[in-house]
Nanobody, 129 residues
Framework: QLQPVESGGGLVQPGGSLRLSCTAS?????????IGWFRQAPGKEREGVSC????????NYADSVKGRFTISRDNAKNTVYLQLNSLKPEDTAIYYC?????????????????????WGLGTQVTVSS
C-alpha cells in the first residue's frame, strides 16, 4: 500500500524558510493524478494547502499561503516538494502529504478521492521566536 513519507519539518523563526519533501518508497508518485499538502494546527480544522498535477503543469494554493509557498515535483527523484517562505507563527502545524487519483484544482481539497487517498504521517512545522 502506498504510504507517502514527509520530511523537512522543524523549528524556524518568523520570516524564515523550510522545504518539505514527500516521497514514497516502492511506489511511483507520478502514477497519481496529483500530490498535495494539508496541514492541521492544534485545535483547528485540517486545511488544504497546495496541490500539484502529475506533470507539474498545474498547481493550486490556499489563499493563506499564496505568494509564500511553492509546490514542485521532481518525478525522476519520485519526490514532491513544498517550499515554505516568509513563515508566520500561524503556519505552525503538522503538514501532511497526500497522493490521490483526482485532478489538482480548487476542488481537489474536498474531493472524496483525496480524503480517502494515501496520507503520510506528517511532519511538524513550528514557527516561533
Amino acid at each position: 500500500q502506498l504510504q507517502p513519507v514527509e520530511s523537512g519539518g522543524g523549528l524556524v523563526q518568523p520570516g524564515g524558510s523550510l522545504r518539505l519533501s514527500c516521497t514514497a518508497s516502492g511506489f511511483t508518485l507520478e502514477n497519481y493524478y496529483a500530490i498535495g499538502w494539508f496541514r492541521q494546527a492544534p485545535g483547528k480544522e485540517r486545511e488544504g494547502v497546495s496541490c500539484i498535477s502529475r506533470s507539474g503543469g498545474t498547481t493550486n494554493y490556499a489563499d493563506s499561503v499564496k505568494g509564500r509557498f511553492t509546490i514542485s515535483r521532481d518525478n525522476a527523484k519520485n519526490t514532491v516538494y513544498l517550499q515554505l517562505n516568509s513563515l508566520k507563527p500561524e503556519d505552525t502545524a503538522i503538514y501532511y502529504c497526500v497522493a490521490a487519483p483526482a485532478p489538482c484544482g480548487r476542488s481537489w481539497y474536498a474531493s472524496e478521492k483525496v480524503l480517502g487517498g494515501s496520507w503520510g504521517l506528517g511532519t511538524q512545522v513550528t514557527v516561533s521566536s
